[in-house]
């Protein structure tokens, strides 16, 4: 098995509805990977045990995600120097907002890049680890120009439908 080099978190298993989108994109993408359930608030731990061995296991990114309190990303970057990527999930109480907020106000001096919430956010903050790998990975780098191409021809082909359609 090749070494993972990055890491997708999450607090809870029911975050992975919004979490397989990121895994979806590294496989996409071939880049080797690890996800789990790394739990803040009932591992910690674990949690601590995880962040504090990114480096050595040779992770190059964690793409967090967390729901409601959110503390995941955070505390995990807290553990780590391994840039974190969090991924607001998407909550009944507050459709993620509370989320959002949580991750994205990092006290200064313990960074975590923030994406959007749910489904989208995941996948750009894959998406976001294949552009920081890609740095140093000239094959990766066109798999990656590549998708950007596609996509722009995709919108280019989109149609409206006429005046009045429903």
Known sequence: MTQALIGVVMGSSSDWDTMQHAVQI???FGIPHDARVVSAHRMPDD????????????LQAIIAGAGGAAHLPGMIAAKTVVPVLGV?????ALSGVDSLHSIVQMPKGVP???FAIGAAGAA??????VAMLANHD???RQKLEAFRAAQTEAARAMTLPPVGAA
């Open 112 to 114: 975590v890049a923030t």
């Open 47 to 58: 949690m601590f045990a995880y962040a504090q061995s990114a480096a050595e296991r040779g």
């Open 138 to 140: 000239a094959a990766l």
């Open 124 to 129: 750009n903050a894959a998406l976001f680890a």
């Open 26 to 28: 590294l496989q996409q």
């Open 88 to 92: 607001p999930v998407q909550t009944k």
